[in-house]
């Protein structure tokens, strides 16, 4: 599917998200091999997305310490980006709703063949690139499960009019277009029937067991996964000191913090 191969270890201890509105998340503790599936479990507005965020480079970590395979949490934040794609994120990777699924498989190809490739890819043949980005999107579409032709009007159907189980199919392949070590995907079970979930986690796993770590939030974690709770941990109060020392931090580093969470996304 991708040059990169196998999954990537996640270490955390203590791992805590502070925003300009407080904490997000403390005390988060993670130990998950290469290839796991790991459940952020947790109720909405519990700090799910960004400890998502945090575990794929998008988001500083404020205390704890944490490691993406080799790379180490917050300092080398670009290294995770280079090697976690996110599927799913509402505000973060978004479907555009009035494209077709051919638009954004096209336009995911054509960005994988322009900043994707290594030096040497960009000096092959256009049509060697060509080919190779067209081999991509054919694999993440088959891991994804994903079948163009079952769709209502095939390649040529609107966003809009996919379910909402295609639809997250679909954002799925196009974040394993570029062979991502680690896979983030948010609202998992999100509006779907027991049917529906169960195929989600069917593909998860599918995923995980073919190499790629994944990160997926949920309101309900699956048997089997690594379970990651935030449905306490955001709410432990700082001390006095640490929040004064927080706010200081967040003063400086507001605007970092929200181009790592979003503007950065976009180049991961």
Sequence with gaps: MGEQAGGVRIVADGLGIRGPRGWAVRGISVDAEPGALIAVEGPSGSGRTCLLLALTGRMKVSEGSAAVGDARLPKQMAAVRGVSALAHVPGVADLDPALTVAEHLRERALLQRRFGASLRGLLRPRGERAAEAGRRVEAALEAAGLDLEALPKGPRTAVRDLERLEALRL????????????????????????????????????????????????????????????????????????????????RADQGEEKADAFAETGRA
């Excluded at 799925?172 to 999100?190: K, N, Q, S």
């Excluded at 779907?192 to 790629?212: M, Q």
């Design 171 to 250: 954002s799925v392949a196009l974040a394993l277009v570029g062979g991502p070590r680690l896979l983030g995907i948010d609202d998992t079970d999100l509006k779907l029937s027991d049917g529906e979930r169960e195929e989600v986690w069917a593909l998860l796993r599918s995923l995980a067991d073919a190499g790629t770590t994944v990160v997926a939030v949920c309101s309900e974690a699956p048997e089997g996964a690594v379970k990651v709770s935030t449905a306490q941990s955001h709410e432990e109060p700082p001390t006095e000191d640490e929040a004064e020392r927080a706010d200081e931090t967040d």
